[in-house]
Structure formats: structure tokens, C-alpha cells
């Protein structure tokens, strides 16, 4: 079973939140929606921006801990390497 490692920001792009799942469009549709109280929520955090599949949950997680500590210029970069318009890439994974 694929694990997923992915990024979610607001509307202007300011705010990042990195997150691990083993269902990537439950959980973003759960973000979509408010469904998944915290800092998502608080934030408005409802567009995925980035994600990478793992065959493996631990790899997923290890690869989530590394992200959350880049620098934020990597995870632009990051970001933009796969998604450089920033679009919601919601749509495209439905």
C-alpha cells in the first residue's frame, strides 16, 4: 500500500504544512473541507501544492521529518520543481 508525503498551503502561498498519509485523497478532501481541526483549519490551509508516493508508511514518515525541518527556500524549491504555478494539484490526483 503507497504512503504520501504532502504539502498543503493557503491561497497566497505563505503558509506551509507538510503531512504523511496512507489515503492522499481522503485526507486532502479532509483539509478541503475543515474536516481536520488544527492548524490546517486555523490556517486555511486547503491547497495540496506538492506530494511524493511511498511504498512504505516508515519511509513516508522518515521523509516527512527530513522536510519538516528544510529551510523554507528548499521547500519552495521543492515545490516549484514539481508544481511551478502553484496550482491545487487536487484536481489532478481525483
Not at 504523511?20 to 490551509?45: A, C, I, M, P, W
Not at 520543481?81 to 494539484?89: C, G, T, V
Amino acid at each position: 500500500m503507497n504512503s504520501y508525503v504532502y504539502i498543503m498551503c493557503n491561497s497566497y502561498n505563505t503558509t506551509l504544512y507538510i503531512g504523511v498519509t496512507s489515503d492522499l485523497l481522503k485526507r486532502v478532501y479532509e483539509h478541503k473541507n475543515s474536516l481536520v481541526e488544527g492548524f490546517t483549519q486555523r490556517y486555511n490551509l486547503k491547497k495540496l501544492v506538492y506530494y511524493e508516493v511511498h511504498s512504505e508508511i516508515v519511509e513516508a514518515i522518515k521523509r516527512e521529518k527530513q522536510l519538516k525541518v528544510w529551510r523554507r527556500e528548499w521547500k519552495v524549491q521543492l515545490i516549484e520543481n514539481m508544481n511551478a504555478d502553484w496550482n491545487d494539484l487536487y484536481e489532478g490526483i481525483i
